[in-house]
């Protein structure tokens, strides 16, 4: 039978993963919402990451190490970087204001999709009723949802749920990786206009700049545990 092995950095490797935590909360200082939660989360997945790599490197050189070296750090670092861009890339595209002479139904629209997108593609009147402030009842978040199907960019779906009455019901949002298009489709002498575009690469998947230096009543500290 198998006993766990306790793994820890080593000096090294403690070093290099307490500059990216200091690094990391000078950024998260600055963030909010949504983005801030993500923050909160990627502080911690250096350290997964390394044993993981740890692990596959053990095996592959058929020698054990208790201790995570600082290359290994590194490399998870590198790939935790990348997911923090990735993050601010998508995030960018979620909270982009679009067209400046946009007109409120438009932006009303825009706003809807993007939330239903962060949602998976797939919401309850509900989601909108509480993820949009200036939508406050159900009655009026099934009317948006009504215009969205007007529009030719989603549908009705109904769920079976077991219980007499009127079925539940969730609007599914069309999106050009499905191949889905709405019923309005042959009406628009053959324009693809009930699909809605997936987004697309644009500037903001280059590195982002290195953020300003906070004071030291903003910095958290690494936990020392971590190492030998």
């Known amino acids: 039978m198998y006993e766990p092995v306790p793994i820890y950095l080593n000096s090294e490797a403690l070093e290099t993963y307490k500059k990216f935590h200091k690094s990391h909360n000078t950024e998260a200082v600055s963030m909010s919402g949504d983005l801030a939660a993500e923050w ?76 239903i997108r962060r949602k998976g593609g797939r919401v309850k009147p509900r989601d909108i009723q509480q993820g949009i402030k200036d939508i406050t009842t159900a009655p009026q978040a099934e009317l948006e949802l009504n215009e969205l199907v007007k529009n030719g960019v989603g549908e009705w779906v109904n769920i079976e749920t077991g219980n007499p009455g009127r079925p539940a019901r969730e609007f599914q949002l069309f999106t050009r ?45 690494a936990p020392d545990d971590l190492g030998d």
């Open 40 to 115: 909160s989360k990627l502080e911690e997945i250096p350290l997964r990451l390394s044993l993981i790599f740890h692990c596959v490197e053990s095996v592959t050189s058929g020698e054990m190490s208790e201790k995570v070296s600082a290359e290994t750090m590194n490399n998870a670092i590198q790939l935790t970087e990348w997911f923090k861009n990735e993050s601010l890339r998508v995030y960018r595209l979620f909270d982009s204001e679009g067209d400046s002479e946009e007109t409120p139904q438009q932006k009303q629209k825009r706003r809807l999709i993007r939330l």
């Open 177 to 221: 990786s499905t191949g889905q298009q709405s019923t309005n489709h042959a009406k628009n002498n053959g324009k693809n206009r009930g699909v809605v575009d997936q987004p697309t690469e644009s500037d903001d998947s280059q590195p982002v700049p290195a953020p300003e230096p906070i004071g030291e009543q903003f910095e958290q500290t």
